[in-house]
């Protein structure tokens, strides 16, 4: 399965929460580990939570809970990469690993911004990941105890 994904909130004067991914179990994997990170009908998929509408208020991105599954290529919100897109919290996760690592190196990889000189993953300074990740709000990931590839705590 390439992805699973929840709707995103209403837009209006008060912001519509984003949709959750809840209770799913599957088969298998949950995205491809082929292909580069993205929510397009090529990219890598994974779960995404949906992210909060535009509007005041307290609505927060969407979570996700209780996911079984052999591996999980990425965690998100609204299928992006950048600080708006952290899931609110991630738990009862159950599969081998997290991050979908499409070379086998291990290593994290992305598509570095040549300014400024930096060696770590940082979407703000226009970093492209290639490999899965995981982006989710600080404090929020419990009950989750597989290895994950790269993740990022959004405060």
């Known amino acids: 399965m390439r992805s699973i994904e929840a709707g995103n909130g209403g837009a209006g004067v008060i912001g519509g929460a984003g949709g959750s991914v809840n209770t799913v179990t599957v088969a298998g994997d949950i995205g491809d580990y082929s292909a580069a990170f993205g929510f397009t009908p090529t990219g890598m998929g994974g779960l995404s ?26 965690i998100v919100a609204g299928g992006g990469y950048q600080n708006a897109d952290a899931v609110s919290s991630i738990s009862l996760i159950h599969t081998n690993s997290i991050g979908a690592d499409i070379n086998g190196n291990g290593v994290f990889d992305f598509i570095k911004s040549p300014t400024p000189p930096h060696v770590l993953f940082n979407a703000a300074d226009g970093d492209i990941p290639i490999d899965g990740l995981v982006v989710v709000a600080a404090g929020g990931i419990n009950g989750v105890t597989a290895p994950i590839l790269e993740l990022i705590q959004v405060v």
């Not at 535009?54 to 927060?60: I, L, P």
């Open 49 to 74: 939570s949906g992210i909060r509408g535009d509007g005041v208020g307290n609505a927060r991105n969407g979570l996700v809970s209780n996911i079984t599954a052999d591996r999980i290529a990425a």
